[in-house]
């Protein structure tokens, strides 16, 4: 009996993983920094004691840049990761050896420090290599400004630096590598299994015959969740050398569109049962794949629109089998293509204009201010103000996200070293133990590191009070003084965000947005009048596409340690699948065939996207997770002109929720 309930748990526990993380790489990027971090300390150990006794600066170097190096390092291929490691190496070295140098005059390393944090911050400018580099040199200077080494230890020190470095590139690419076709079958097999517990939910209230609240509220939940495995799933597609897919009939776009339409057809499956429960019968045939007895077929208006939209959620699913069918049997080797196409480089940007350099001239002041008073809270400390100010600007995109990001920093703090306070009290006599416990806190830091900002903070709280208490520096007033200073920096950082360079103009993207709505009002114009040049203006559209893309790069181009699908990434999905409908309505229109009921639906949409465009970029900010569903469901017709359309007005509705 013991046995089987410690099966079950085995089971429950694996069912919970795959559900928050269906590919599995957060694990393995959890697992990867805390290898790396645990391999580092020992090699560093092991030349401690057998070769040469090496100072406290190296061990701070090796572990914090073992983090660094994992999360950090994001270019894609082993030997191009191994460069930007062994330049981001050589940067940290140079950097300790500048803070060692100016450490008999703290004025002007101070100075050299903020000259630092702007020059890493503007690196972003230089790409994934640019980003890892400045974070190396940011991080270094701030361990090198805290440890003070003489500049004759530098020798020494840099195997700090230089032990993460070999270690955590085997570990990567080695012992847990990445690998863009597995994730991708994972995710894609997730996305199944999703669609699936949307179909058994449907069948057993079909089988209840009523949906109460509590089932309305599950449906939405697993719709949530199908919508972030879709986004997961989306984001391990190689994407071309512009980072953005385009609307062109290429295998990686249309794998994203496929993803997008089985999320619609999901969506649409549950806002109609929930309205008219289907047969019982209907969902049985669905889900085993067979045809929908004919018995079926006369059904009321209402369940007559249920039925169509469980038959397109089958058919999606059925799709969705292929998919994964090729991908084992071919390796996505059409979608691999994509990968393989020589990269174009960046545009070097340096100009005001550019939201990186915006954003590291903010960075660079919060840190100015959190110097400024940090020094007047203590001269030994104030470097966690400066660290509060810096990290409280990653992967955010406006005043708002800044705030919330202090915000989570501040309580991820705050209630971290309460509950580090305590572990450390009862650990300090037992190091194993205590080294276990801050081992798993720095693996559950990493792991929830892309769900939770402030759960990572809370974890890592409670690591640095374990280890603070080990080396007996732990004292109520120290941890006092880090929430204080932790505050002080989250402080500084939302209050440049708010004044300088706020993020509320985004004109660039506003002007992207314009033409393509203006080239879809012109596309469903031409269709309105029964002209028969559409091909021509659905290619402006997607051009205008292109621009769309280029201008929300900046907005999604993420220079924090890992990101999560967000906002941006999804708003373009959205504009992605519209473009490609629009491509179809323009191929398969036939002005002389259409009925008048495709021509209101034509005009109806027409006149809408004028009021869409008035909105602007605020579809890129709004939060879509609706607990209502959208007002329009998925189109019941079939391959005509007509799908296209509605398929349009089906993606539209989600640009701005309850528009």
């Known amino acids: 009996m013991r046995g089987e309930g410690s099966l079950l748990s085995g089971f429950d526990f694996r069912d919970w993983l795959l559900a928050h993380d269906p590919a599995l790489s957060r694990l393995r990027m959890a697992s990867r920094v805390t290898l790396t971090i645990a391999l580092s300390f020992g090699a560093l150990l092991a030349i401690h004691h057998l070769l040469v006794p090496l100072p406290m600066a190296a061990y701070g170097l090796g572990i914090v840049l073992s983090i660094e190096g994992g999360v950090a390092v994001k270019d894609k291929g082993s030997a191009p990761q191994l460069v930007t490691r062994l330049l981001a190496c050589a940067a940290s070295v140079l950097v300790v050896g500048l803070a060692a140098v100016l450490e008999a005059n703290r004025y002007v390393s101070d100075g050299v420090f903020l000259l630092i944090i702007f020059l890493a911050t503007a690196g972003r400018v230089f790409g994934p290599r640019g980003h890892a580099i400045g974070m190396f040199a940011f991080t270094s200077y701030f361990l090198g400004a805290y440890f003070r080494p003489p500049i004759t230890d530098l020798p020494l020190i840099a195997i700090g630096p230089i032990a993460p470095a070999f270690i955590g590139h085997v570990v990567r690419s080695l012992v847990l590598p990445d690998d863009w076709r597995r994730d991708l079958l994972r995710s894609l097999e997730s996305v199944r299994g999703r669609i699936n517990q949307i179909l058994f939910k449907i069948a057993a209230l079909a089988s209840a015959g009523q949906v109460t609240e509590k089932d309305a509220q599950e449906l939405r939940q697993l719709e949530e969740r199908l919508k972030e495995v879709v986004l997961m799933a989306e984001s391990f597609i190689p994407r071309p050398p512009t980072g953005m897919f385009d609307a062109d009939d290429e295998p990686a776009a249309e794998l994203a569109i496929r993803l997008f339409d089985a999320h619609l057809a999901a969506e649409s499956a549950i806002v109609l049962s929930s309205q008219s429960l289907p047969p019982f019968a209907l969902v049985h045939a669905v889900i085993d794949g067979a045809p929908v007895p004919e018995a079926l077929a006369t059904l009321d208006e209402l369940q007559a629109e249920t039925r169509q939209a ?213 596309l469903l114009s031409a269709a309105f ?118 398929m349009i007005a089906s993606t539209l509705d989600r640009l701005y929720p309850n528009a």
């Open 310 to 522: 469980l038959i397109r959620l089958g058919e999606a699913r059925a799709l969705l089998d292929r998919t994964i069918e090729k991908g084992y049997a071919t390796g996505f080797a059409e979608v691999a293509a994509v990968e393989e196409t020589a990269s174009v480089p960046a545009k070097i940007d340096f100009s005001l204009a550019n939201p990186l350099i915006r954003t590291a001239l903010q960075v660079t002041l919060a840190s100015t201010i959190a110097m400024t008073f940090g020094l007047m809270l203590s001269r030994e400390r104030w470097f966690w103000a400066v660290l509060a100010s810096f990290l409280v600007f990653t992967n955010t995109n406006s005043r708002g996200d800044t705030a919330i990001k202090a915000l989570q920093r501040s309580l991820g703090t705050l209630l971290g070293i309460a509950m580090g306070l305590i572990l450390a009290t009862l650990l300090t006599a037992h190091m194993a133990a205590a080294l276990a416990v801050a081992t798993i806190a720095i693996f559950l830091a990493f792991y929830f590191l892309q769900t939770s900002y402030a759960t990572m903070t809370f974890f890592v709280s409670i690591a640095l009070c374990i280890v603070y208490g080990l080396i007996g520096a732990l004292t109520p007033d120290l941890l006092r003084l880090r929430i204080e200073e932790t505050m002080l920096g989250a402080a500084a950082g939302t209050l440049v965000a708010f004044v300088v360079f706020p993020a509320r103009t985004r004109g660039a993207l506003d002007v992207a947005l314009g033409k393509w709505f203006t080239a879809l009002e012109e």
């Open 529 to 646: 009048a029964r002209e028969l040049t559409l091909i021509t203006r659905s290619q402006k559209l997607d051009a205008a596409y292109r621009d769309i893309a280029a201008a929300a790069r900046p907005l999604g181009s993420s220079w924090s340690v890992v990101t999560r699908p967000g906002h941006i990434r999804q708003t373009l999905a959205i504009f992605l699948a519209a473009t490609y409908w629009a491509r179809i309505m323009a191929k398969d229109y036939n002005g002389t065939t259409c009925d008048a009921e495709s021509m209101k639906l034509i005009d109806t949409e027409r006149q809408r996207v004028g009021i869409l465009m008035a909105r602007q970029s605020e579809c890129f900010f709004v939060d879509r997770k609706s607990k209502g569903g959208p007002g329009r469901h998925l189109p019941l017709s079939h391959a005509d002109a007509r799908l296209g359309v509605e």
